[in-house]
């Protein structure tokens, strides 16, 4: 496609790409749950909720709070947690992040990395405290390694998110 | 970076009215939410039918790349074991002659238990396999060990049903889709293992500590009976497991811990047996005095 969109059809796809890319890739990132590794302590940082948080701080404007709703359905559905879970934990962070964002004068980089690390450690801690009321009595160091992994992992991902971004836009 | 101005929809009803539904419905769906996990932990196998029709969607992916990952896994292994072939020789060497020795007394053992077996009238009943599959996949991201299967109520697989491999116990099922299922590890925090010890017969119970080892339970408090290197298998105790499958070897003995590490590693093995469910004493008719007294209960 040339830079300039020349027909109805270019303009549609533009739309089509501005509009569902965010959800797909964040529907892609709950797909590689079904990757077929076998990791016997949790490890590898939950990247759909990683890909999630990257959007929304990257993008405030294009999601309302209620599109967390069937994005955490999707993952809780993928990823074999109870129902529930990530529909309950991801809407509630776009709601705290609505609420920062009300709040907040500006954001940067950093600052970005940090509300993200203070929301990676509340969704770990949430996601313990609901195997633990299913029976799953495991104390919360188990889930330290990870935590501290997907909170280096962020820049990574938001990485990748960016350029998802410019590629979207482009015209 | 300023915020963004769309986020306040400026003096316009509508769009004031439009966001503020919007937070009507996701404070609704949090709730409705917490609703659906208060139902998960009341009723664990609830909305199966949805959970293992999406197990069934992804089974596809997750058994067709198993055998690439395996690929590349074994690849690091084999370099390695180029370059020590010469001393991993005379290592394996050693270890199959003492080996041999130890499987002569086995077969002295095994004899002898036959003997013995066959004076205490004790049937050695072996219940089969419901199914035999693979492992291809697990819940890497969660806390949860979960693994998954590549076979499931199509195959006769029934939630509930213990999972084993050659080496050892791997756990038991908790879901099943009609292609694939869902079994917890043995070294999930919410499985609990009846076990006994080889060397004495201690019965213990072996707990998920949920980063791939297993904590062990005495049943009396006391002195820690467990030595380095102690093997444990299935009790029977209570059904569900079948007694004798391996289970795990202890690796650390600390004061008030023993972690033990689980045989069968799920993440080398590639078949797994799906055994029927043990229940021994539910099979068996009541005792005619029991059968009595339940009569007279129930009048």
């Known amino acids: 496609m040339s830079r300039i969109a020349g027909s109805r059809r270019d303009l549609a796809m533009l739309g089509f790409r501005q509009r569902w890319v965010p959800l797909l890739t964040t529907l892609f990132a709950s797909l590689l749950n079904a990757l077929p590794f076998v990791v016997t302590t949790p490890l590898v940082p939950d990247f759909a909720y990683l890909v999630l948080l990257a959007w929304r701080l990257l993008r405030p404007e294009i999601w309302a709070a209620h599109v967390a709703l069937p994005l955490g359905l999707f993952d809780d559905l993928m990823a074999g947690h109870p129902l529930g879970q990530s529909m309950a934990l991801w809407t509630l962070t776009f709601l705290a992040f609505d609420f920062v964002d009300s709040r907040s004068g500006w954001r940067d980089y950093w600052t970005d990395w940090l509300f993200a690390s203070v929301a990676i450690a509340l969704y770990t801690a949430g996601a313990w405290y609901v195997a633990h009321m299913m029976g799953s009595q495991a104390p919360i160091v188990v889930a330290l390694p990870q935590l501290i992994l997907s909170i280096l992992a962020y820049p990574l991902v938001a990485l990748v998110v960016v350029g998802l971004d410019r590629w979207r836009l482009a015209r | ?299």
């Open chain 2, 1 to 299: 970076m300023a915020p963004p101005s769309t986020r306040r929809p400026g003096f316009s009803r509508r769009a004031q009215y439009g966001l503020f539904f919007g937070y009507v419905i996701a404070v609704a769906g949090v709730m409705f939410a917490v609703l659906l996990l208060l139902v998960a932990v009341v009723d664990p196998t609830g909305f199966a039918a949805l959970k293992g029709a999406s197990l069934d969607v992804t089974r596809p992916i997750t058994a067709g790349g198993r055998g690439v990952v395996n690929f590349f896994g074994g690849i690091g292994g084999s370099v390695r074991d180029y370059f020590q072939a010469g001393s991993q020789n005379a290592d394996l060497r050693k270890q199959l002659a003492a080996e041999r020795q130890r499987l002569i007394q086995a077969r002295v053992v095994e004899g002898e238990n036959r003997h013995l077996r066959a004076l205490l009238k004790l049937d050695q009943d072996n219940p089969g396999t419901v199914a035999v599959t693979r492992i291809v996949g697990s819940s890497f991201t969660s806390i949860r060990r979960l693994a998954t299967l590549s076979a499931g109520s199509g195959a006769g697989i029934r939630v509930g049903e213990p999972v084993r491999a050659a080496e050892g116990l791997i756990g038991r099922v908790i879901e099943t889709g009609h292609f694939a299922s869902r079994a917890l590890l043995v070294s999930d925090p919410a499985s609990s293992v009846p076990v006994r010890l080889v060397r004495d017969g201690t019965p213990a119970l072996a707990v998920g500590h949920g980063d791939g080892t297993i904590d062990l339970k005495t049943l009396e408090v006391g002195q820690n009976p467990f030595r380095r290197g102690d093997v444990l298998v299935t009790s029977g105790i209570g059904g569900v497991y079948p007694p004798g499958i391996p289970v795990a070897v202890i690796a650390a003995v600390q004061k008030d811990r023993t972690i033990a590490k689980p045989l069968a590693d799920p993440s080398r093995i590639d078949f797994a047996m799906v055994l029927p469910i043990a229940q021994p004493l539910a099979d068996k008719p009541l005792s005619p005095q029991t059968q009595q007294a339940v009569e007279a209960a129930q009048q």
